[in-house]
């Protein structure tokens, strides 16, 4: 029979109320994944499910068997069908535990000497059978308890992440060259410069207020140059071309606020 998950399992033990019925059992604070929940109750429902009618049919005769009882073929079908009747939610595994318990603890004498019937069947068996049913119900509890469970609302962005990503865009950007809203996002970077200099109470970096930075001039690539060593020779220019002009490139922000380019 397959085992419930470990964290479920965990999870519907009575940590505090120790089984007293006066303290009644209550949802985990941290619940399990809910993909173990969903395994947990399908392994439950698999523990609860009635007894095959042929189970039934051996573990009667196993105890007609042992109590040396003498039944005819009628009444041997006519028992069968009472004790379905009776015990016929009982799983197959209790069905072999409840019989095993008769054969080896009943005794005739203490009993008027009658043979075991369906309700001692049901008395042997039914604290367990009773713990599957509330595991049963305490796993549904929580999957519906997960499931009504809000996500906790996402953390915002702090402001600086925010304005160093429009720093680095804007002057990234201008620099570079050739961007549609090239002048557009280094007005913007300088506008977040001056946030960022009042939040951090220091002067705003002087490229904040200069006038935009005229395009880089286009170098023209060497002979024999191959493409990598023509980028390097190129954002080279671009970084001497910023800096004639007085503008120090920003500390790159944190690798979630820039994404990589392929």
């Known amino acids: 029979m397959k085992p419930l998950p470990a964290s479920l399992k965990r999870a519907l033990a009575d940590s505090f109320a120790l089984g007293h019925p006066d303290i009644p ?3 985990p604070e941290n619940l ?3 993909a173990e929940i969903r395994t947990g109750i399908d392994v439950l429902k698999t523990q609860l499910a009635r007894v095959d009618r042929r189970h039934a049919a051996y573990c009667i005769a196993k105890l007609v068997s042992g109590f040396n009882e003498k039944l005819s073929r009628e009444e041997s079908a006519l028992r069968l069908e009472v004790w379905i009747e009776a015990c016929g939610d009982i799983p197959n595994d209790l069905w072999s535990a409840g019989t095993l ?3 080896r603890s009943w005794k005739r004498d203490e009993h008027y000497g009658r043979a075991p019937e369906a309700s001692d069947l049901r008395a042997a068996i039914e604290k367990e059978l009773a713990k599957r049913q509330e595991s049963l119900r305490r ?4 999957l519906e308890a997960a ?3 809000k996500p906790e609302p996402a953390q915002a962005e702090p402001v600086e992440h925010r304005l160093r990503g429009a720093i680095w865009r804007g002057w990234h950007a201008r620099v570079n060259g050739g961007h549609f809203m090239a002048e557009r996002l280094w007005g913007w970077a300088q506008k977040a410069e001056r946030e960022l200099a009042e939040i951090e109470n220091r002067a705003p970096a002087p490229w904040a207020d200069a006038v935009p930075l005229p395009p880089p001039p286009v170098a023209e690539k060497p002979r024999g140059m191959s493409k990598i060593g023509t980028a390097m020779q190129a954002r080279l220019a671009e970084l001497a071309h910023a800096h ?3 503008i120090a490139p920003p500390p790159r922000p944190e690798h979630r606020d820039v994404p990589e380019v392929a």
Do not use: F, N
């Not at 796993?139 to 929580?142: H, L, P």
């Open 244 to 246: 004639h002009h007085g």
């Open 147 to 149: 499931a009504d469970k």
């Open 101 to 103: 318990h008769l054969l």
């Open 139 to 142: 796993a549904v509890s929580m």
């Open 25 to 27: 059992w209550q949802l």
């Open 32 to 34: 399990p994944p809910v």
